[in-house]
């Protein structure tokens, strides 16, 4: 028996030793309690707390907590794009961001909505999406007050107030306050009229344009008594008998 615990206390040393040697779950957090194999691993960890950022950038000042975060981050400086997609060759700086990209061509979407079902790519947009439910507007604008489900929003808002148009068209030099208004005046340059009436088949450069037009097919619904006349101008004319009672 006691040759058994002799034998026990040495493995037992043994494995102790070799525990302070790789340093294997010997080094802990003050501030949170996480265990770390390493000394360095903890200093890095720490800084999570401290704040600290040793590594920053030559270019723009930008400051990170690891060399690594750095170095990914300086590939926007220098265009570095290691990761490529096989399906179409779209190349990415982070690998990621191909994962994510991925999703376009394998159509997987992870994420669930719990309270409609609809499936996204992306976390960012099911969290965005499930503000629609809550009806959540974290992002509140400075200088009126309104608020905003998307921090996109807020921003093409605030050019409500500045008078910033930072998006232009290259054809004309007319600006605009948002990406989609560019690409929807674009169309005027291009010729492209993407709305085509099944009736007709006539063509429109705006969906709105179409909208109008299929109503020379269907007429002009009264929203009140539900009577359809050919031309706005009769819809109109109703419209206005029934308000002063004719």
């Known amino acids: 028996i006691d040759s058994s615990i002799t034998a026990l206390s040495f493995c037992l040393l ?12 010997v080094h802990q957090c003050q501030d949170c309690n996480k265990t770390f194999k390493s000394k360095h691993n903890l200093k890095l960890h720490q ?8 590594h920053s950038c030559d270019e723009c000042g930008a400051a990170f907590n690891t060399l690594i975060t750095l170095q990914v981050h300086q590939r926007i400086h220098t265009g570095e794009k290691p990761y490529n997609c096989e399906e ?5 700086a982070l690998s990621d961001t191909l994962k994510k990209h991925l999703r376009v061509h394998t159509g997987e979407k992870p994420y669930v909505c719990d309270e409609c079902g ?30 905003f489900a998307y921090l996109g929003a807020l921003k ?5 107030h ?11 030099n007319k600006t605009f306050t948002q990406r989609s208004s560019l690409n929807l005046h674009r169309r005027v340059h291009t010729g492209e009229r993407p ?52």
């Open 14 to 25: 043994f494995i102790q030793k070799q525990k302070k040697k790789s340093g294997c779950g």
């Open 47 to 54: 800084r999570i707390h401290t704040g600290e950022r040793p």
């Open 88 to 92: 179409c060759g779209a190349v990415f």
């Open 118 to 147: 609809k499936r996204f790519t992306e976390s960012g947009s099911l969290r965005g999406h499930q503000r629609l439910h809550t009806g959540e507007k974290p992002y509140s604008c400075d200088l009126c007050d309104k608020t």
């Open 156 to 160: 093409t808002h605030r050019r409500s």
């Open 162 to 172: 500045t008078g910033e148009k930072p998006y232009w068209c290259d054809k004309c």
């Open 195 to 246: 709305f085509w009436c099944e009736t007709c088949g006539e063509t429109f450069v705006w969906q709105n344009s179409l909208k109008e037009h299929q109503l020379s097919h269907t007429g002009y619904p009264c929203s009140r008594c539900g009577d359809v006349f050919p031309d706005r101008s009769l819809l109109y004319n109703h419209n206005l008998g029934e308000k002063v009672g004719v």
